[in-house]
């Protein structure tokens, strides 16, 4: 029973996007420290689709330690020696997935306080 009530859809979407935006800061951070190599393709990582699945009921695979999958995501501009990082993308995206996290685990606080309570 217990394990249910910290297993559940929702906590298993919270770990997914918590674990996937966690990679996500990961990555971004590696595209700035490319940002001039020659020949460097941004990247990214996916991971919304699955965690609509997640949330939905329709995806069970997700285990505590999975991630969103990292992809080669181009900017539109392309600098002379073929790399593809936008500092300015990487920046914005740097920021939105910090207060996106940050987000995240406020709710997973709230949402272990309301089970504590709950419970006790």
Known sequence: MSDNLFNDTTMQGLQYALNSLSLRQQVLANNIANAQTPGYVSQD??????????????????????????????????????????????????????IMYDALTQLTADRMGILKTAIG
């Not at 285990?63 to 539109?76: F, I, Q, Y």
């Open 45 to 98: 990582v996916s991971f919304e689709d699955k965690l609509g699945a997640i949330l939905s009921g329709s995806d069970t695979s997700a285990t505590p330690a999975s991630t969103g999958t990292v992809v080669e995501t181009p900017d539109m501009t392309t600098s002379p020696n073929g790399n593809t990082v936008s500092m300015e993308s990487e920046m914005s995206k740097t920021s939105e997935t910090g």
